[in-house]
Each structure stands twice: as C-alpha cells, then as structure tokens.
C-alpha cells in the first residue's frame, strides 16, 4: 500500500491552524497513525487508529478519516510543533509509510 | 518508564557488516514484537523486519531478504540488528520501535536511532 502525503511543506503561522493529508493507495479502514519527528530525534507517536491519540499528546492534536483518506489538523500551531509528520497505515503488514509533510515557521 | 537505547554510531567499509543493539527497560520485554525501520537523510521511514521476542520468530522486508538477521539476549532484554553486504545506500538512520499490536501494528515506543555510515 502506497502512503502520499501533501503538501510536502506546509509554512504556517505560530498560532495558525495546519491541515495536513495522507491518501493511501487502497483503504486501510481506521489502521492509519501519525508520528511527528523533530531533526536529530527519533518519531514520536502521536495518534493511532486513525483519531486516537497517544499517551501525552496536547489536544490540538487532532486525527480524522477513514478508508483512503486522511488528515492531521493541529489546532493553534506553537513553536515546538514545527517538525517533519508522517502518516503509516498498518492495514497491510508491513505497515508502509509516507513521504513525510514539513511543517515549517512562515 | 519504558525505555528502548541503541548503541552508537557506526562507520563501515562496502561489503562489511553491521550489529546495532537495542536494549530495552521498564517493561516485560517479551510481551512486545520489536521492529528494525531506517531512514535514509531527505528521505521516508522504511519498515526492514521484526521479530517476536517471546518465540524467537522474525521477518523482514524482501528488499534485505538474506542480508537482515534479528537476534535478541532475553536475559540482556536487549535485540539486535545485523546488516551485511553494506553499500553507500545503507548509509542511514536505523531504528528500534516497540509494535502493541500483533502482527500488523504501529509503533509506539522508539530507540533514538543509530546512524550507520558506509563509505570507503
């Protein structure tokens, strides 16, 4: 299963809202999760099953979709939110990844 | 809390081999499938094998199919990744990462990574 993720960057704004999307290349149902990954540092999980989020994320981490469509909205951008996302589906073993989105200070 | 720490960067010739450990604490260490995921720099994660601690049992990707080799030390609670046949697109970031699930499975927990370094 391919993982395409758009933008490959995204400029936004401290305290602007980010939308960031992942397709995959046939559905995975609700088997999609979202790690963020700051430079020099391993991916942290941030949300699994499609909307749940890990142990310790902040609320203005947000998941949705379903199927072959998906996003990740983080709600009021801070300064430490400025990382690399990935999305992984794990419908299909191996899980397969995505390309990754930039979220970077405009 | 749970903790997965791997050893140190390493530098290799071509065609040499490569053993990167991962040692893990602060959880009953067989209960959790453990996953080996690269990253090469500029580029995406990349799933490269697993293996279940409590069995012994692992599998890889096709693509290092023959070159991968997952061990473990149960009593160490520590798993190693040995790469062999290394070329300069080895050359990478690898991973250790904790799988909750059974089988097909998201990772939560994540070593801080290994950089591997090939060149002649």
């Known amino acids: 299963i391919v993982m395409t993720q758009s933008p490959a960057t995204l400029s936004v704004s401290p305290g602007e809202r980010a939308t960031l999307s992942c397709r995959a290349s046939q559905s995975v149902s609700a088997n999609l999760a979202w790690y963020q990954q700051k430079p020099g540092q391993a991916p942290r999980l941030l949300i699994y099953g499609a909307s749940t989020r890990a142990t310790g994320v902040p609320a203005r981490f947000s998941g949705s979709g379903s199927g072959t469509e998906f996003t990740l909205t983080i709600s009021s951008l801070q300064s430490e939110d400025f990382a690399l996302y990935s999305c992984?589906?794990?419908?299909?073993?191996?899980?397969?990844f995505g390309q990754g989105t930039k979220v970077e200070i405009k | 809390q749970v903790q997965l720490v791997q050893s140190g960067a390493e530098v290799k010739k071509p065609g040499a081999s490569v053993k990167v450990s991962c040692k893990t604490s602060?959880?009953?260490?067989?209960?959790?499938?453990f996953n080996w995921v690269r990253q090469v720099t500029g580029q995406g994660l990349e799933w490269m094998g697993w293996?279940?601690?409590?069995?012994?049992?692992?599998g890889s990707s096709q693509k290092f199919e023959g070159r991968l080799t997952i061990t473990k030390n149960t009593s160490e609670s520590t798993v190693f990744m040995e790469l062999s046949s290394l070329s300069s697109e080895d050359t990478a970031v690898y991973y250790c990462?904790?799988?909750?699930?059974?089988?097909?499975?998201?990772?939560?927990?994540w070593g801080q990574g290994t950089l591997v370094t090939v060149s002649s």
């Open positions: 990462a904790r799988a909750p699930l059974k089988g097909s499975s998201y990772f939560d927990y």
């Open positions: 602060g959880y009953t260490f067989t209960r959790y499938d």
């Open positions: 293996m279940n601690p409590n069995t012994g049992k692992t």
């Open positions: 992984q589906q794990y419908y299909n073993w191996p899980g397969t």
